[in-house]
């Protein structure tokens, strides 16, 4: 019986193991993966000592994220089934989220019923900074997980009573990258861009301020010590955001705060 040839080696395999081309190079007839595909994969390049295997992908389509998005429209369901708007609230570390919401549950607060979920991977530092005794607050610690997720909302909303409250303040793990991807159901994405971070941030990491209906240009009472061009930075924003607002302010000196209220006063105001 006349063994096939197996098909020549792109290259000399240099740790044992040699992946053909995606065009196929196998032998035999391709067939669905039975079982974990790490094991597949490594039975089948054990089988295929001399590298006859091919290695060949398909898209399935299904988005990884489904499952967080399901959850997300749940979340925004009930948020509009009890007449509040919720805010997802994301930024880098240290760009002036809490002192922000500190200030705004003190200032604002006073007139309109706030919540405030709060995210962080260690420590209930900011829980405890924004405790009032009129707002409710939750601390949510994440461990090793770098955003929020709609589940997480979805808990942590469950364990604070959101009677009367209009405005749901959900503070993200700082982070530009990773909360971009998950919906919490929220009805606004507020990015925060502070003066110390520099201008060219929204270039940088653009789906995260791609997906904001509102940034906010904090440490503005820095901005000319620190060299900072709001300028540039507006128009960084604008070619990334083209539609969203964008508010400069300072939670320092208070400028800019009155047109942070107005905003959150028209959320509330009914359509
Ligand atoms: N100069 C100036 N400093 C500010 C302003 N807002 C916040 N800061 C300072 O910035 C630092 C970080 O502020 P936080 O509010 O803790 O920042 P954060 O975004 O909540 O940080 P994480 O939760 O760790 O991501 C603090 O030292 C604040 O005092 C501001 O408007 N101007
Ligand atoms: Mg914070």
Not at 256 to 268: A, F, H, M, V
Request: charged fraction near 20%.
């Amino acid at each position: 019986m006349n063994n096939p040839t197996p098909p020549p080696l792109l290259t000399e395999p240099a740790l044992g193991y040699q992946i053909n081309a995606l065009t196929g190079a196998a032998r035999n007839a391709a067939r669905p993966l039975a079982g974990p595909l790490s094991a597949e994969i490594t039975a089948a390049f054990s089988a295929s000592p001399r590298g006859e295997i091919a290695v060949r992908s398909i898209d399935v389509n299904i988005p990884l994220l489904e499952k967080n998005d399901i959850l997300a429209e749940r979340n925004r369901g009930y948020f509009l089934g009890r007449g509040l708007a919720a805010l997802n609230i994301v930024s880098s570390p240290g760009a002036g989220k809490t002192t922000l919401l500190e200030r705004t549950l003190d200032e604002f607060g006073q007139q309109t019923k706030c919540a405030v979920l709060v995210g962080d991977l260690e420590t209930d530092n900011d829980g405890r900074r924004l405790s009032r005794p009129y707002a409710p607050v939750a601390q949510i610690t994440t461990g090793t997980v770098c955003h929020l997720d709609a589940s997480m909302i979805a808990r942590a909303a469950q364990s604070i009573n959101l009677d009367g409250v209009k405005i749901l303040f959900i503070e993200n793990v700082g982070n530009l990258v990773c909360p971009a991807s998950f919906d919490l159901g929220e009805q606004v994405r507020v990015v925060l861009l502070s003066t110390t971070e520099g201008e060219d941030k929204p270039l940088k990491y653009p789906p995260i301020f791609k997906s904001a209906q509102l940034v906010l240009l904090t440490k503005i009472d820095v901005a000319d010590v620190l060299g900072f061009h709001r300028q540039l930075a507006v128009e960084n924003i604008r070619r990334i955001a083209p539609t969203a607002k964008i508010i400069q302010l300072s939670t320092r000196t208070g400028e800019g705060l009155s047109e942070w209220y107005d905003y959150l006063r028209q959320l509330t105001s009914p359509v």
